[in-house]
């Protein structure tokens, strides 16, 4: 299955263009951005889990990234709550549920290879450090290594900066608002934009939080064998 999967193209999405579709576990829903491969792929995915329903154990062969939307994402490893930044690193093994029920934003498959890191932060007890080329800009870090930068980045109201795209980067609107080429995206909204394709935001009213990831889409290819 191929979805927006042309990566020199930059796309942008607003959760009311899309559909919830079944997943092959029962009360499992996804919310696919883009894709590349069969059932096991290249995924970006907001995946929906009813109360009391779960994914049987398995292994991330590409490694795992998630962040929690709603809800509570439980797995062997510990309960995640809202706001929870995961990394599952390829030959990682879970058993995902979701007792109370739970939202969260995925990627599967777009790690380094040698990436052996598990991370598990909570975002709400980060602290933040403005960003001195972007006023108005605070950011987080998450993760970083050769391969990609991850991180949170926290936009005062009214705030107009850009965000560069060396390598490739995407934007999920955890919070908040912001404009783009004059479209306003609300949350759950996600930008991909291509290699050196910078973008330039204007947070609304409420200012802005966003999950924000550079530098890992000058090689994109789907899983081998799959």
Same mark, same amino acid.
């Given at each position: 299955?191929?979805?927006?999967? =042309?990566?020199?193209? !930059?796309?942008? *999405?607003?959760?009311?263009?899309?559909?919830?579709? &079944?997943?092959?576990?029962?009360?499992?829903?996804?919310?696919?951005?883009?894709?590349?491969?069969?059932?096991?792929? %290249?995924? /970006?995915?907001? $995946? %929906? #889990?009813?109360?009391?329903?779960?994914? !049987?154990?398995?292994?991330?062969?590409?490694?795992?990234?998630? *962040?929690?939307?709603?809800?509570?994402?439980? =797995?062997?490893?510990?309960?995640?709550?809202?706001?929870? #930044?995961i990394r599952n690193?390829?030959?990682?093994?879970? /058993?995902?549920?979701?007792?109370?029920?739970?939202? +969260?934003?995925?990627?599967?498959?777009?790690?380094?290879?040698?990436?052996?890191?598990?991370?598990?932060?909570?975002?709400?007890?980060?602290?933040?450090?403005?960003?001195?080329? %972007?006023?108005? $800009? &605070?950011?987080?870090? @998450?993760?970083?290594?050769? #391969?990609?930068?991850?991180?949170?980045?926290?936009?005062?109201?009214?705030?107009?900066? +850009?965000?560069?795209?060396?390598?490739?980067?995407? +934007?999920?609107?955890?919070?908040? !608002? $912001?404009?783009?080429?004059?479209?306003?995206?609300?949350?759950?909204?996600? @930008?991909?934009? &291509?290699?050196?394709h910078d973008v330039? @935001?204007?947070?609304?009213?409420?200012?802005?939080?966003?999950?924000?990831?550079?530098?890992?889409? %000058?090689?994109?290819?789907?899983?081998?064998?799959?």
């Open positions: 299955m191929e979805l927006n999967a =042309d990566f020199d193209e !930059s796309v942008q *999405i607003t959760p009311a263009e899309h559909d919830w579709v &079944s997943s092959p576990m029962p009360g499992v829903e996804r919310m696919m951005l883009d894709r590349l491969g069969a059932e096991v792929a %290249r995924a /970006t995915t907001i $995946v %929906r #889990y009813a109360p009391g329903s779960a994914f !049987s154990a398995h292994t991330h062969d590409g490694g795992e990234e998630f *962040i929690v939307l709603e809800g509570v994402f439980e =797995d062997e490893h510990g309960a995640f709550p809202v706001g929870s #930044y690193p390829p030959g990682s093994s879970h /058993t995902p549920s979701a007792p109370q029920g739970a939202v +969260i934003f995925v990627k599967l498959w777009q790690f380094d290879p040698e990436d052996r890191s598990h991370v598990r932060i909570d975002t709400g007890k980060l602290g933040a450090v403005a960003d001195a080329n %972007r006023p108005g $800009v &605070s950011v987080s870090p @998450l993760f970083e290594d050769s #391969y990609e930068a991850v991180s949170m980045e926290t936009w005062a109201a009214g705030t107009e900066a +850009i965000v560069e795209a060396p390598g490739g980067a995407e +934007i999920f609107v955890l919070s908040g !608002s $912001v404009s783009a080429g004059g479209a306003a995206l609300e949350p759950w909204s996600w @930008l991909r934009r &291509s290699d050196g330039v @935001l204007k947070a609304g009213a409420d200012g802005a939080r966003l999950w924000v990831k550079r530098g890992h889409l %000058r090689n994109v290819s789907a899983p081998e064998n799959r």
